[in-house]
T-cell receptor, first 110, second 113 residues
Framework: SQQGEEDPQALSIQEGENATMNCSYKTSINNLQWYRQNSGRGLVHLILIRSNEREKHSGRLRVTLDTSKKSSSLLITASRAADTASYFCATHGNTDKLIFGTGTRLQVFP | KAGVTQTPRYLIKTRGQQVTLSCSPISGHRSVSWYQQTPGQGLQFLFEYFSETQRNKGNFPGRFSGRQFSNSRSEMNVSTLELGDSALYLC????????????FGPGTRLTVL
């Protein structure tokens, strides 16, 4: 399968703590994207990082990309209960398809 | 701008039946993609349509088909439903010039009994 792997599969933290999720993929990419999904609903695009970028920030989100290791991480700082959701990485490569990872389920307790 | 809409939101069918799901993309978006999401297989790409032509296809049997109309609205059809087709079907649209950032609809939850 081309699907990427994410770890951990599930993560539980307290409000105010940071959450880090990792994504590994298999093929060469043009860019890597992170999406959030609340309770089996549609996905929301969070951030995109191009293959020639190493780090990107957006508000409380920080994404890193290491193309030599074919891996990326998403850091959510100062988490809130509203951040509770599933987070997916998705790679965009030469096939022009988005290939999603297996997802990390994040639970933030108030 | 209105977001991506999908109808119906929930659907219950029995094995052997067929089903048609509908997706209206964001105004101006000409690309529509479909994904199947199940607990076991995760998010899997079904197909993408652009200007009424299928541009990309995932690894699904021929029972899964789709089409796109001149107004960019898209439908997907699943014939001879199987229990394993129970899933959340997500539609996403994007502008032609994007880096493949997708805008997702809320999904259609299909249950096959």
């Amino acid at each position: 399968s081309q699907q990427g792997e994410e770890d951990p599969q599930a993560l539980s933290i307290q409000e105010g703590e940071n959450a880090t999720m990792n994504c590994s993929y298999k093929t060469s990419i043009n860019n890597l994207q992170w999406y959030r999904q609340n309770s089996g609903r549609g996905l929301v695009h969070l951030i995109l990082i191009r293959s020639n970028e190493r780090e990107k920030h957006s508000g409380r989100l920080r994404v890193t990309l290491d193309t030599s290791k074919k891996s990326s991480s998403l850091l959510i700082t100062a988490s809130r209960a509203a951040d509770t959701a599933s987070y997916f990485c998705a790679t965009h490569g030469n096939t022009d398809k988005l290939i999603f990872g297996t997802g990390t389920r994040l639970q933030v307790f108030p | 701008k209105a977001g991506v809409t999908q109808t119906p939101r929930y659907l219950i069918k029995t094995r052997g039946q067929q089903v048609t799901l509908s997706c209206s993309p964001i105004s101006g978006h000409r690309s529509v993609s479909w994904y199947q999401q199940t607990p076991g297989q995760g998010l899997q790409f079904l197909f993408e349509y652009f200007s009424e032509t299928q541009r990309n296809k995932g690894n699904f049997p021929g029972r899964f088909s789709g089409r796109q109309f001149s107004n960019s609205r898209s439908e997907m059809n699943v014939s001879t439903l199987e229990l394993g087709d129970s899933a959340l079907y997500l539609c996403a649209s994007r502008p032609a010039s994007s880096n493949n950032e997708q805008f997702f609809g809320p999904g259609t939850r299909l249950t096959v009994l």
